[in-house]
């Protein structure tokens, strides 16, 4: 991928109020979904579609615990 689209995916990404404010509530560190879910007042479908967007724009990287 070409540092055009890297940067491309990331603007697009960063173009979403929602986004932002996962950034925004994951500057501190690390937090799990439900933490999220419980600040965001999102449903866990939309979260799910919104990390999906920030972690292929290598804004924040997701993990699977249990």
């Known amino acids: 991928m070409s540092v055009e689209q890297e940067i491309t ?6 173009g979403d109020e929602n ?8 500057r501190p560190g690390e937090k799990c979904a439900c933490d999220l879910l419980e600040a965001l007042n999102i449903s866990q479908p939309t979260l ?5 967007i920030l ?4 804004l924040v990287t ?3 615990e249990g």
């Open 9 to 14: 995916l990331a603007f697009r990404a960063l």
């Open 19 to 26: 986004r932002i404010r996962i950034l925004q509530v994951l």
């Open 48 to 52: 799910s579609h919104h990390m999906k």
């Open 55 to 58: 972690c292929d724009a290598q």
């Open 62 to 64: 997701g993990r699977k």
